[in-house]
């Protein structure tokens, strides 16, 4: 139902700020939930937030929180990750994610991915 690409990932000193971007394409994006998900070598994927078709609704990670925010404009179709105070462990590859039940966004059952884009945070 809908298409998902990443972009802004890049290499960023620790303390510093990046945001990423997830442009969708596709029918019914305005009521799918969104969120982002990361994963490290070695480690396993995991959840970083979510936001609920409206906006009204976010969630995040304990190890996230008050760090990043997550914002999206329906209007252009766009999901966003703002990440501030970057930590090394901070890195990964980050993946957008959008499905029709929130549920399935919060345990990483969504029906559409992005590609992915690398963060990388030097200490």
């Known amino acids: 139902q809908v298409q998902l690409v990443e972009s802004g990932g890049g290499l960023v000193q620790a303390g510093g700020s990046l945001r990423l971007s997830c442009a969708a394409s596709g029918r019914t994006f305005n009521t799918y939930a969104m969120g982002w998900f990361r994963q490290a070598p070695g480690k396993e994927r995991e959840f970083v937030t979510a936001?609920?078709?409206?906006?009204?609704?976010?969630y995040y990670s304990n190890s996230v929180t008050g760090r990043f925010t997550i914002s999206r404009d329906n209007a252009k179709n766009t999901v966003y990750l703002q990440m501030d105070t970057l930590k090394p462990e901070d890195t990964a590859v980050y993946y957008c994610?959008?499905?029709?039940?929130?549920?399935?966004?919060?345990?990483?059952?969504?029906?559409?991915w992005g590609q992915g884009t690398q963060v990388t945070v030097s200490s």
């Open positions: 936001i609920s078709w409206s906006g009204r609704n976010t």
């Open positions: 994610s959008a499905d029709g039940q929130l549920t399935h966004v919060l345990d990483g059952n969504s029906s559409s």
